[in-house]
């Protein structure tokens, strides 16, 4: 028999996840996210989710969910290939493919209708760049959760000037806060700092509790951190309105009379604690710069935290890669970063900018305040000003650039063209199927197909743009971005830099996710067999098709059978098949069945075969693979729906072996922890069945429970 354990609690799940969000549900970014998803875009040469997720890192998550929807077949294969998928990695991360989520409020109710929340959750944005320190806003959530009963949400806010470079001109607002507790009392939406003059109207009843004073500030940056209680996606289901988390859920939530939830704000104190967002291509820019001047350290390009980078720093915020080629007379300015295998030709100068990995930049090229990604070539006596040159594009002799542009991938530009201010060139037209699924937009209620708010020119290519010997055609929607057209939040120009050159590109009313590739239709289709309002329970029918469970079944017992064949990690096992309930749509139960068919399987091969008996058997798998029930089983009904599995899958095989194999698998689950006696004893009792196989199969279990009452029954007495 193993060792008496004391009497233990019922432990609570200790699983700490957080939830990143890697669509921005907006268009600031087309066309360049027409092809590849925002949470990829390079900042300073660094995926930007790199930078969230080396922020979760440091925080004690132990589970991160990434919620998918525009791309999601990139993202999920760059994850099945990064550092944060090994062994190494500070926690466990999983691709939940969402891929009909439009806004954070739809990405909210499917985890809401998946159950995958098992407590207070991190939720962040994949494209948020910090270095603060976690534990502060922690400890603040878990003291506001101890007095008040009723707080949903932490958020983090940290102030700036209304002029602050790495301040939003998107969407500023105002907080109205219990200058005492920092409670949020009520949240709105206000023009930016040159735009009209407006006032707050707020009931004077939701002031009523107030301790102190009140007190309005328009001076925050939103970092879109938030430390969330299992209320916020519960909320977002009860309310299938609030599509985004400030504007509607925020404000919605603070001036309810129904929900009387509460919602604080941690804001930022310390001057070396740096968070902002890459919301448009305007903060993209000053991000950048601030990366490059080591604002948000240690997130700076010499910490190499991205795959074989290799920058060494030099003075002025200059940083380099391994075997750059500079001209001798060419000149490097301030702030600026080279990628490995760039070449730089004579007489030219790069200031302010960041140059990617295997570029090719000519004689008498001027660079300034610009962004050039990997593998692009600009050739001599060009002459790039506050724009962005994306991957593989070329830019021609003589060509000049113009403050705004943005140059997509793959682009070419013949020789002595000029560009004109806040052009956007792609390689060819961008019809609606690049930048949304039709699939999902079958609904005759929901009116026009959303894809249609995005039109773009049907040309081959715009010659007098490119030129004869380009590739491209300009990108121009249907929303005319002039300045009259975004006063409510345009930028003044009075100010120099990117942030508001890029003015008439940032915003945009519509929302976009483009998933066009044919693996993730399949999904969809497959996911349109749920009701979109839902919830599939462990223990609830009618929420999944036989057909469903049984594919799933199929393929989840071969993946765990592969894995036992081929001696995979546990982690890789778990992650293969989260990956498959995520993307089938089924419940836990259905995990644990197909699991223990596997094992079960694997040890009735081995005692057929004669390669070992029974005991020898099951102690080998159980003790190898019985980690895997870890990450399905996380409450105590959990825990009963795995024992009768157990019992009735083992049921079945040979009478001669089954009970070592039941007595053993229990034995073993319950000395790693993942079956308590609190819950053993009791479905010992209430699983008592008249079957004649079931009662043989319990036999030898049966010293086990009788064990285990007496140690529970000893506990007592002490």
């Known amino acids: 028999m193993p060792p008496k354990k004391s009497k233990k609690e019922n432990v609570q799940d200790d699983r700490f996840q957080a939830i990143v969000l890697t669509d921005s549900f907006e268009p600031r970014f087309v066309p360049l996210t027409a092809k590849k998803p925002r949470c990829l875009l390079p900042l300073a040469n660094v995926p930007l989710i790199e930078y969230t997720l080396e922020f979760l890192s440091r925080t004690g998550v132990n589970e991160v969910l990434l919620m998918c929807s525009s791309h999601a077949d990139q993202i999920q294969k760059y994850i099945e290939e990064s550092k944060w998928n090994s062994k190494s990695s500070p926690f466990s991360i999983n691709t939940i493919m969402s891929l009909e989520s439009r806004s954070v409020g739809d990405a909210m109710r499917d985890l809401d209708n998946r159950g995958l929340i098992s407590g207070d959750f ?20 878990k003291q ?44 709105q939406q206000i023009p930016a700092v040159d735009g009209p003059k407006t006032s707050i109207n707020i009931d004077p009843e939701l002031l009523e509790d107030v301790e102190d004073e009140i007190v309005v500030r328009n001076d925050l940056i939103d970092c879109h951190i938030d430390i969330c209680t299992p209320h916020v996606p519960q909320i977002f289901q009860e309310n299938f309105d609030y599509q985004y ?17 509460s919602i604080y704000a941690y804001i930022l104190e310390e001057t070396s604690e740096y968070a902002a967002r890459v919301e448009s291509l305007a903060t993209y820019d000053a991000i950048s710069q601030d990366v490059l001047a080591r604002w948000a350290y240690p ?16 003075s002025n915020h200059i940083y380099k890669e391994d075997k750059v080629i500079l001209a001798q007379s060419c000149k490097i300015g301030i702030c600026t970063a080279i990628g490995a295998n760039t070449i730089v030709g004579a007489r030219s100068s790069i200031k302010k900018s960041v140059i990617g990995k295997n570029c090719k930049i000519g004689k008498n090229v001027k660079i300034t305040n610009a962004y050039v990604w990997d593998n692009a070539v600009i050739d001599d006596g060009s002459v790039i000003d506050h724009s962005i040159v994306a991957s593989n594009a070329h830019i021609g002799k003589n060509v000049t650039l113009s403050p705004g542009v943005v140059i997509s991938y793959n682009v070419k530009i013949a020789d002595n063209k000029h560009i004109a201010h806040n052009i956007r060139i792609v390689e060819a037209p961008i019809v609606k199927e690049d930048l949304f699924d039709d699939e999902t937009f079958e609904s005759e209620e929901e009116g026009p197909n959303e894809a249609d708010k995005f039109p ?5 290519k715009d010659v007098e743009v490119v030129g004869e010997d380009g590739v491209g055609v300009v990108y121009v929607s249907d929303r005319e971005y002039d300045d009259d057209s975004e006063s409510e939040f345009g930028a003044s120009n009075q100010y120099s830099g990117i942030i508001y050159q890029f003015a008439g590109l940032n915003l945009s009313d519509e929302s976009v996710s483009s998933v066009t ?51 995979h990690d546990i982690d890789t096992a778990l992650l293969e098949l989260n990956t498959l309930r995520m993307s089938m749509n089924v419940t836990y139960h259905e995990v644990r069945l197909a699991t223990t068919e596997a094992l079960i399987n694997k040890i009735v091969d081995f005692i057929t075969t004669d390669t070992l008996d029974a005991k020898e058997a099951t102690t080998k798998i159980f003790n190898r693979w019985g980690s895997l029930y870890r990450r399905q089983v996380f409450n105590n009904e959990e825990q009963g729906d795995l024992l009768t599995i157990l019992q009735n899958k083992v049921g079945q095989v040979d009478q001669a072996y089954n009970q070592v194999i039941l007595f053993l698998a229990i034995r073993i689950l319950y000395e790693l922890d993942i079956l308590e006696e609190e819950n053993i004893l009791p479905w010992w009792k209430s699983s008592d069945s008249s079957d004649p196989a079931i009662q043989h199969v319990r036999v030898l279990t049966g010293q086990f429970i009788a064990w285990l009452q007496e140690a529970e029954e000893e506990s007592e007495e002490e």
Do not use: W
């Not at 773009?456 to 081959?460: I, K, V």
């Open 144 to 187: 506001k959760r101890q007095q008040d009963k009723n707080h949903i949400i932490t958020m983090v806010l940290t102030p700036a000037s209304p002029l602050h470079r790495a301040r939003t001109h998107v969407e500023p607002a105002a907080f109205i806060l219990d200058k005492k507790t920092n409670r949020c009392l009520f949240y």
């Open 122 to 141: 991190l939720l962040i944005s994949g494209d948020v760049v910090t270095n603060i320190d976690f534990t502060k806003v922690m400890n603040l959530h």
């Open 299 to 314: 997130l700076v390009p010499d910490s190499n935290l991205y795959g074989n980078n290799s920058y060494t720093y030099e």
């Open 245 to 261: 988390l400030r504007s509607d859920f925020v404000k919605g939530v603070s001036t309810s009379d129904l929900v009387k939830k």
């Open 456 to 460: 773009s020119t049907a040309n081959e």
């Open 517 to 567: 590739q044919s693996k993730i239709k399949k999904l969809v289709k497959k996911a349109r067999r749920l009701s979109t309002t839902s919830v599939a329970s462990d223990y609830e029918g009618g929420a999944y098709s036989e057909e469903e469970e049984e594919d799933f079944a199929k393929e989840a017992t071969a993946t765990v059978e592969r894995a036992l064949d081929n001696n």
